[in-house]
């Protein structure tokens, strides 16, 4: 997995590319999350357009950075899943724990008000 890192209208977007299955990918992804809440951002969109798959670790990781950045005092919410992962989250009974935009645009407009 490979990931990005953007600002938008004040909210920082984190691009994710492959496919989102733990392993050591789950410390960088996490490292970098608590980099931006150390930095003082508030408001992140995951933007999960380019992620293929997610397995269970992958879930867990979501679970855990959502966590993290609330615990944190901050906003994340995901963006442009595909239909594939959404109805993984779906069956998963986590669209509760999980925000969810079709596009990073959505997203952000939610976040900068």
Known sequence: ?????????????????????????????NGRLHELLGAGVRNIVLDLTAVQFINSSGLGLLIGGVHAVRSGGAKLILAGASEKILTLIKITKLERIFEHHPTVDAAVAVLKK
């Not at 990005?4 to 299955?21: H, I, K, Q, S, W």
């Open 1 to 29: 997995m490979n990931f990005a890192t953007d600002t938008r209208d004040n909210v920082t977007v984190v691009t994710l590319e492959g496919n989102l299955m733990g392993g050591p990918d789950a410390g960088t992804l």
